[in-house]
């Protein structure tokens, strides 16, 4: 079931928005306020995002922004602006749509539906597949070998950012160290395991609010890594 949260003050609206979007299945959530929709939108693993424009807190401008920078999902602004430089702000930040009040909830359900399935075909193909890594505000660009944490870039060495990497492709599969270092570095490098451990301390500290309770790559005791999704 897809979850989709929507950030809209005016309650009436943001109701009926999901009604219609439940009787198609949906899971919806709803945020009045911007910036607790902008934390709810960056620590939340959904699906879509509908947007007011005007919001106490956080505009709906800057929540598109703040929100593609490290999510990848459809974007749909709802607004009861009609200025045609509205629509190009919205669609310039990285909103996928736009439609304005009054509207018909019908027509909402059909375009959040399109571009649902859009997304669904896109993540599909095997070369977005192959370049990015996206994972609650983790995003990694393989083809760049760039990593960004909720909207940050973040500088990594060579090694990091192929452990990082590595871990993130084989999700919820715990690796030994031996394996690891094997894998990464080779059996014939210079070095030791001490390596691997050093080497998941300094990306922690890059990518982990908290190192001492990681969310991301986890340790498992006596064992090795896991990195957890």
């Known amino acids: 079931m897809s979850r989709i949260l929507i950030i809209e003050d005016e309650e ?7 009604d219609y979007l439940e009787l198609s299945n949906f899971e919806v959530d709803i945020e009045a306020d911007g910036e607790k929709g902008l934390q709810k939108a960056l620590a939340g693993n959904y699906d879509m995002y509908i947007l007011d424009l005007m919001l106490p807190g956080v505009d709906g401008f800057e929540l598109c922004k703040r929100i593609r920078e490290v999510k990848n999902v459809p974007i749909l602004m709802v607004t009861a602006k009609k200025e ?38 896109l ?3 095997p070369a977005i597949k192959k370049n990015e890594i996206s994972i609650r505000g983790l995003r ?3 083809a760049s070998r760039r990593v ?3 909207g940050e870039e973040k500088v990594f060495t060579a090694k990091e950012f192929d452990l990082l990497a590595f871990l993130a492709e084989n999700p919820n599969v715990i690796y030994s160290k031996e394996q690891l270092f094997e894998t990464l570095w080779g059996e014939e490098s210079i070095g030791d395991i001490s390596t691997v451990t050093v ?8 990518i982990e609010l908290n190192t001492s309770k ?7 005791w006596g064992v090795g890594y896991r990195f957890k999704v």
């Open 148 to 150: 960004w944490i909720n």
């Open 12 to 18: 009436s609206i943001a109701e009926l928005e999901k």
């Open 123 to 125: 993540v599909q193909s």
């Open 214 to 220: 990681p969310q991301y790559i986890e340790t498992i």
């Open 84 to 121: 045609e430089i509205d629509k190009i702000r919205g669609l310039g930040l990285g909103a996928d749509d736009y439609i304005t009040k009054p509207f018909s909830p019908s027509e909402l359900v059909a375009r959040v539906k399109a571009h649902l399935a859009r997304y669904e075909r």
């Open 199 to 206: 080497h998941v301390n300094k990306i922690r500290e890059k």
């Open 140 to 142: 990694i660009d393989k």
